[in-house]
Every structure is written in C-alpha cells, then in structure tokens.
C-alpha cells in the first residue's frame, strides 16, 4: 500500500478513503482502542495543518489574484474545502461546478439546514447522479440535495423566519 | 465517504476526543479484557457479563466471548471469573426469623459472599453511601448455613446470598424472611441503583420502588436449588 501512496496523496478524497481503510485495517487488527487513538491522532494532524491553512488564507486577505491561484490548484482547493476556508462561498462554488457541468442544472438555493436545492432542466438520470457528486466534491459542508421538479412554480427557499439571524 | 467529506470529520476537535464520527454519541461500555464496544447494563436480560478480578476485588465488564473464556475457576491463573447468571432459591428450607436474629444484622436487606482472598463470608447492605460492610458473626453463619443447602451452593467471589427481611422492608411484601442466590454484580447493580436515588431518610418512594422491580426481577428468574449443589455455569 506504501507503493501507491504517492500518486494519491495529490487528492484530498483519495487520502481520505486510504485513512478510513487503514482506520478500518488497525480497527480490525488491534481493536477499537487503538483504533479510537488512531482517529484522535489523525484528527490531531489534520488540525494542525488546517490551523496553518487558515493563517495563510488569513495573511492572504482579499487579495483576489492569489485567492484564484490557489483554488486553482486542485490539492489546494481540496484541502481548503476540508477546513472550510474556501474564499468562494457555498452558493458561488454550486454555481461554479454546475457551470462546469454544462447548462443542464441551475442552482436554486441552499436552505438553513444546509440542503442543496437544484432545479434540473432535463430529468435525465445520469445528468442527477453527477450534479450530486459535483455538489459534494465543491461543497462538502452541505447536507445534501433536493432535486426541484421540472419547471416548478417559484420557489422561495433560503428565507429565514423574521428576527432568526 | 466519496468525496472529501472524508477528510472533514477529523477537521473539528471533537468534544468527547475520541469516538468512530459519531460525534457526541456517548462512550459506550467496554469489554475490559478485549476492547469490544458492548449493550448497556448488566444481567442476563440483554445486558453484558461481568469478571470478578479476584487480585484487585473489582468487577470488569466483559463481552460474552471473553465471559465464556473465564467460567472456569482455573482460567487465567485464576485471576479472573465470571459472574454466573443463575438465580437460586430454596423454598423447602427457607430461614427463619429466629436465623436472621441469629446472623445478627441490622438490617432489613443484606448480601453475603465467600472472599477467597480473605478466606471468609463477608457481609454487605446496600446504603445510601454504597456498599457498606458489616460485622458478620462466622460461627453463626455455619450454624444457619448447616441446616441451608443453598447457603452452601454459593460460589466464591462470584455470587451472593441475598437475605431480605421482608416485614421490616417497607416496599408492602408480605412477612418472612427470603432468601436468593444471585449472580454478585446483580447486587451493585442495586447498590448503584440505590445510591443514586437515595432521596431523605428512608430513601423515599423512588428507592422502594427500585427495590420491589430489582426483586420481583429476581424472583421471575429464580429456579429452585436441585438436592446436590452443582457447579455454577454461565448460559449463552
């Protein structure tokens, strides 16, 4: 598994199914103890990179230009999505991995409970199956997808209750 | 996990610092010797087993596989045994009041159980600060355990003769005074019980009512003592 390690480790998705199979392999092996350790030692790493991550989106600021060139680098972009410091909000990242996918899918909102809401212009199934892997990979903080029918009446989604903010 | 949500779980410190994603699920019980997550609470009616460690005179939780590791008193230098599950009672030789004097002690509901480490029968009742010990007067227990076939069944560290005299109780139970075998981690379990509800100066309602269930428990599993003692043995 050493041998393979170095071509995956340029995708934050690809890592983090390796970490849960060898969560899973020492949970087997070793029992749940050292399993439960293992998962605080990961979750140690994984913060403290995600603590530097953050102070250098915090150095970087507004600064547009370097904002794209980061989120240009596929890793980086991932890796931001992970400690929720993507400088494109939620609904600017949907929109941006929809656009990628073609005119097939339009984004209608995320509600208060982090639901997606999409409104997809042709009902083919396979077109459903990639908006919602697309939706996942560019906003993982969502809670997952409603599919508005085709051509639905308007929609008002995303308001809060007078005096909830 | 197909997506970088795998990653995210381990992003934020999770308050209970460890546990499998599930956030702040509480810690489940444990077998104490392999590790293995294990149903709450114990008994035999869905709950887990338990081990006396005979060295350290503390109860261990223990999954079924590891139980049955441990019912043989030779297991792990004899270190550990595990709790059997039986309940036994004898009703053609019940004590008598006149017996209860005898033992001499001060209250209504007790536990008695061989030590192997000291040697000897110890007595115990259930308080409102726990398990208390009290003066236990050996000659006498021989004398009452000689006309008590049951007494005589117990197994060492394991399990417990139950003695509640009834009249003096207050839980409205009828007279006399009955007498069970039960597996020991059944009696902290009603010392725990007990403890934590423990309301005023009798204890209150809540205290009695936890009292009646936890007998009328052990009087739904109880079997009667066959004539020879056997062997205790843990079923399942």
Known sequence: ?165 | MTSTRGLRRFAAPSPAGAGSGSGSAPEPERCGLCGVALAAGPGAAGGHAHLVDVEHRSLVCACTACALLFTHSGAAGGRYRTVPDRVLRDQSAPLTEAEWAQLGIPVAIAFFFLNSALGRVVASYPSPAGVTECELDLAAWDQVGAAHPLLRALAPDTEAILVVARGQLGTGDGQGIETLLIPIDACYELAGKLRLNWRGFDGGAEVRHILATFLANLRRRARQLESAPTLPTREG
């Not at chain 1, 995708?11 to 293992?38: I, Y």
């Not at chain 1, 150095?59 to 494109?88: F, K």
């Not at chain 1, 339009?106 to 083919?124: F, I, N, P, R, T």
């Open chain 1, 1 to 165: 598994m050493a041998a393979s390690s170095t071509e995956s480790s340029r995708d934050a998705r690809a890592v983090g199914e390796q970490v849960e199979a060898l969560l899973a392999e020492l949970r087997a092996r070793s029992g749940p103890q050292a399993a439960d350790v293992a998962e605080e030692l990961v979750g140690c790493l994984v913060q403290l990179y995600g603590a530097g991550l953050a102070a250098v989106m915090a150095a970087i600021g507004d600064d547009t230009r370097l904002q794209a060139l980061l989120i240009a680098d596929p890793l980086v972009e991932s890796l931001l999505l992970v400690h929720d410091l993507h400088p494109l909000d939620t609904a600017a990242r949907i929109r941006r991995a929809l656009g990628r996918l073609g005119p097939g899918a339009e984004l209608v909102g995320v509600d208060d409970d982090g639901q997606v809401h999409v409104k997809l212009a042709s009902g083919c199934g396979s077109t459903a199956a990639a908006v919602e892997q697309a939706i996942a990979d560019a906003a993982p903080e969502t809670s997952g997808l409603v599919m508005a029918p085709r051509d639905p009446p308007l929609l008002q989604i995303g308001r809060r209750p007078a005096g909830a903010i």
